[in-house]
């Protein structure tokens, strides 16, 4: 399609401002079909960018260059019109300066390449809850992982029309090419310096410059459906949330609807996806990174994921960590600085076997296996990726995109914490699981040797890198948030911790399917069933009220995993109050400072 295929005028507007100040050779607009999803994959094949998979069906690998990995997360901007409201948490750069400097860059940026205009529905096309944005790009890499990722074409600008509303995304990979230049083959983003992913809230817009990876340039994901969303729904009045959704079904055919905030690389995927070790229980996948939440007339919370794909960590996710997972990426898979067989599949780190002959590593070297040395370089980047389609996944959930959304039963909270947090504990209160929504965070290890070894890196409701404004606000919003229903429709809140370890160094919980024991728990007290004891911290399983059958964890284990540290606990509400907490000022709601005083005092009593 061309520019004239666009009927909404405000949209063709933008689109020819921005090929003036960017001056691709050609602009496309993508109808979303496989016709064209082939076509582009075709050319970057040719090109050399691609290696199709011999092994798996319709599927390329991709190498970036070695600067541009992962999300960026000091080059992430939230440029509001005040610093205040980007918050203490955020990088901001006053909007018109921050607009200056990547006008500058964005000047005859796409030279010798195609713009392409990406119409996606963040959530079911059409659906209430769902969200239009617009990406304009220059990366056919960009172009093919939308497609997976969101829901891509022509269905989009129907539901456009002349006049609807929309988040304008715009990318570059900021390298022009000259008459006859070609990138040959070579992932395009190598400036390491020049990278921008910039959020200008109040006009819910993105720009974004210089890295082609995941959360950097498609621009659905973490930039619309979290940072701009986040803004969105406190001032619309709903959630959105860096959270998994599954459906938990009981032996009994029962159901209930989960989500869970948990930072980057804590799991979620897996959990989403997890196959319980208890008979007769069934976990099904909706969503494994964002969901949008909001009130349904009968005053319950309903969630959408507003994906269609999963972008996955490749490295440990296997056969026994994943098995849907592993299921999902058989055909029409991308996968980005995964390691290449001879026989033309892919490996990486913690796969499940070993290399099967000599490899060519994420860097495009040969490798080849070395066990007996520990302190070999990867053949995967421990951050590649695999861009699947969500209804590829065998657990998919067939109301995953139910344009109605589910509605939510249970939100858990948690992170990795080697001590003091229990393998769960439910909030007594909407205000009291928000405190633990704001604690949330992980124990840095003695690896990162710049922070001291034992302290906690908070990142709020695991959204600390994606929240699109000032954090004390976003607080005071899930306060709110709970006033507009009653106790007993909200979600009830839970804290969990599969990363407790013994004094020995070892975890102490096997995790993985093993966490549908807690599932189930969770489940029985969403149904109100008596399992549970009023602790200082929180309801905790009554003895024997957690599934243990078949477990081989040992009774003293289970007892840590399930008491009251009190003396850590102490700890723990002194770091918030003298090292967290203080960080948001008088934006810090006074419910929660409530809630961490009453904490306390229960565990002085
Ligand atoms: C990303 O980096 O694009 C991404 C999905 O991030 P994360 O895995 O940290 O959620
Ligand atoms: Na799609
Ligand atoms: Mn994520």
Same mark, same amino acid.
């Given at each position: 399609? @061309? ?38 994959? =075709? ?93 304009? $790009?220059?990366?056919?890499?960009? #172009? ?43 992932? +395009?983003?190598?400036?390491?310096? *020049? =990278? ?52 938990? @079904?009981?032996?009994? /055919? ?5 989500? /869970? ?15 319980? @070790? ?6 099904? $996948? ?44 058989? =055909?029409? @898979? ?6 290449? $067989?001879?026989? %033309? ?69 948690? /992170?990795?914490?080697?001590? $003091?947090? +229990? ?56 306060? *709110?948030? %709970? ?7 909200? +979600?009830?809140?839970?804290?969990? *911790? ?19 024991? #807690? ?84 565990? *002085?009593?």
């Amino acid at each position: 399609m @061309t520019i004239n295929d666009i009927k909404h005028p405000k949209v063709k507007a933008w689109v020819e401002e921005v090929a003036k100040m960017c001056q691709p050779d050609d602009v496309y607009v993508c109808d979303g079909s496989q016709t064209e999803y082939d076509r582009l994959m =075709k050319k970057m094949v040719d090109s050399g960018l691609g290696i199709p998979l011999k092994k798996r069906p319709n599927s390329v690998l991709f190498r970036s260059q070695p600067s541009d990995v992962a999300r960026v997360e000091n080059r992430t901007y939230i440029a509001s019109k005040t610093k205040e409201a980007a918050g203490p948490t955020n990088n901001w750069i006053d909007p018109a300066e921050l607009k200056k400097t990547m006008t500058g860059l964005y000047a005859g940026c796409m030279k010798g390449r195609t713009m392409y205009v990406i119409p996606f529905s963040m959530g079911p096309v059409g659906s209430d809850i769902a969200k239009i944005g617009i990406e304009l $790009t220059d990366s056919e890499y960009v #172009v093919c992982n939308m497609d997976i990722m969101t829901r891509v074409g022509t269905k989009v600008l129907d539901v456009l029309g002349t006049n609807g509303e929309y988040v304008p995304c715009l990318h570059s990979v900021g390298k022009p090419l000259a008459k006859g230049e070609s990138d040959n083959g070579q992932w +395009p983003c190598a400036d390491i310096d *020049n =990278k921008y992913i910039s959020h200008f809230p109040e006009e819910r817009t993105i720009w974004s410059y210089g890295s082609g990876y995941g959360g950097n340039a498609l621009l659905g994901k973490k930039c619309f459906a979290l940072r701009i969303a986040s803004v969105i729904a406190k001032e619309e009045g709903w959630l959105a949330e860096h959270m998994l959704i599954l459906k938990l @079904t009981s032996p009994e /055919g029962k159901v209930k609807y989960v989500t /869970g905030a948990f930072p980057s690389a804590c799991g979620k995927t897996n959990l989403a996806m997890l196959i319980p @070790t208890i008979p007769g229980w069934k976990v099904e $996948t909706v969503g494994d990174d964002i969901a949008w939440m909001k009130f349904g007339k009968d005053g319950r919370l309903y969630a959408i994921n507003p994906e269609a794909g999963f972008f996955g960590v490749a490295p440990g996710t296997n056969e026994q960590s994943n098995k849907s997972a592993m299921d999902s990426i058989r =055909k029409d @898979t991308i996968f980005t600085n995964c390691a290449l $067989t001879e026989d %033309g599949d892919i490996w990486w780190e913690q796969i499940g076997y070993d290399a099967p002959g000599p490899l060519v590593d994420w860097k495009g070297n040969k490798w080849v296996q070395d066990k007996a040395n520990k302190a070999q370089e990867p053949a995967a980047h421990p951050n590649a990726r695999f861009t699947a389609i969500a209804k590829n996944c065998p657990a998919i959930a067939k109301e995953w995109d139910d344009p109605a959304g589910v509605p939510i039963d249970a939100i858990l909270f948690g /992170g990795r914490r080697p001590s $003091t947090i +229990p393998l769960v504990h439910q909030a007594t209160s909407w205000n009291h699981g928000v405190f633990l929504g704001s604690i949330v965070g992980s124990e840095i290890t003695a690896a990162a040797l710049d922070l001291k070894a034992g302290t906690i890196r908070r990142d709020p409701f695991a959204m600390l890198p994606f929240c699109g404004y000032n954090m004390g606000e976003y607080f005071q919003h899930w306060i *709110n948030v %709970g006033k507009k229903s009653t106790e007993d429709k909200l +979600p009830k809140i839970f804290f969990v *911790n599969w990363f407790r370890k013994t004094p020995e160094g070892k975890f102490a919980w096997p995790g993985y399917g093993d966490n549908s024991r #807690v599932l189930a728990w969770i489940f029985d007290r969403c149904e109100g069933k008596d399992n549970a004891v009023k602790t200082q911290i929180g309801w905790m399983p009554k003895a024997d009220a957690l599934n243990l059958t078949g477990l081989d964890v040992s009774a003293e284990i289970m007892k840590d995993l399930l008491s009251v540290d009190v003396e850590g606990w102490k700890k723990e509400i002194a770091d918030v109050r003298a090292n967290h907490y203080p960080k948001f000022g008088d934006k810090l709601p006074k419910e929660l400072m409530a809630e961490m005083e009453g904490l306390e005092s229960r565990l *002085n009593a």
